[in-house]
């Protein structure tokens, strides 16, 4: 069966400080990846996507960035890291097909201080 | 592009009761109708889906309904029970883009 992992589960860090988050997916090859930000009480905003290896699609312009070095790795970065950049973290992935359901992490609760 | 609305945000209800929340999509050429539920402190987990060839399908407890002409979709929870509480999404596909777009959230209260 697939699993996904996201770690870690939860991040404190100061303004100005970088950030990586890391999820890997396993159980399946050539998935599609993504990377979801919940605000408190809010919806999920799509941040990126990926159809394969260095494949990535932004799609809100951001203080964060994504790579996929592997076929199952996907990692979210950012450099100097900003208050409003608190927020829930989500990955998630799917069969590289339309119309497919997709299977979430159990998130990384980041406050920016 | 597609567009979801979800309603009501949130909804309260008495043990044994049934809820139902609804979800309106703007794209015709749309044909996949997922549901997911979150509880606190966790992602979202897949709880149904639907594709527009049906009407309805059940799993227990739960049940999706979908009506293409109108572009709405719902979901239906018979004899609710506490651990129903948690926060529910709808989504609808981005035509031609491998993603979902998601509503606004559903945030269930069951009273015992």
């Known amino acids: 069966s697939q699993t996904i992992h996201q770690w870690p589960a939860t991040l404190v860090q100061p303004v100005g400080s970088p950030l990586s988050l890391e999820c890997t997916v396993e159980?399946?090859?050539?998935?599609?990846l993504y990377w979801y930000r919940q605000a408190a009480g809010r919806g999920l905003q799509l941040l990126f996507y990926?159809?394969?290896?260095?494949?990535i699609s932004s799609e809100v312009p951001q203080n964060l960035s994504a790579s996929r070095p592997q076929d199952r790795q996907f990692i979210l970065s950012s450099k100097k890291l900003l208050l409003s950049d608190s927020g829930f973290y989500l990955c998630?992935?799917?069969?590289?097909?339309?119309?497919?359901?997709?299977?979430f992490g159990n998130g990384t609760r980041l406050t920016v201080t | 592009g597609e567009n979801v609305e979800q309603h009501p945000s949130t909804l309260s209800v008495q043990e044994g009761d049934s809820a139902v929340i609804k979800c309106t999509y703007s794209d015709s050429a749309s044909n996949y109708f997922p549901w997911y539920k979150q509880e606190l402190g966790k992602g979202p987990q897949l709880i149904i889906d639907?594709?527009?060839?049906?009407g309805e399908k059940k799993d227990q407890r739960i049940a999706v309904t979908l009506n293409k002409t109108a572009k709405h979709f719902s979901l239906h929870i018979t004899e609710t029970q506490p651990e129903d509480s948690a926060v529910y999404f709808c989504a609808a596909p981005k035509t031609g883009f491998q993603k979902l777009v998601f509503g606004t959230g559903t945030r269930l209260l069951v009273s015992p």
């Open positions: 159980g399946t090859s050539n998935p599609n």
């Open positions: 639907i594709r527009s060839n049906v």
């Open positions: 998630a992935w799917s069969v590289s097909s339309y119309n497919s359901p997709l299977h």
């Open positions: 990926s159809v394969g290896i260095g494949q």
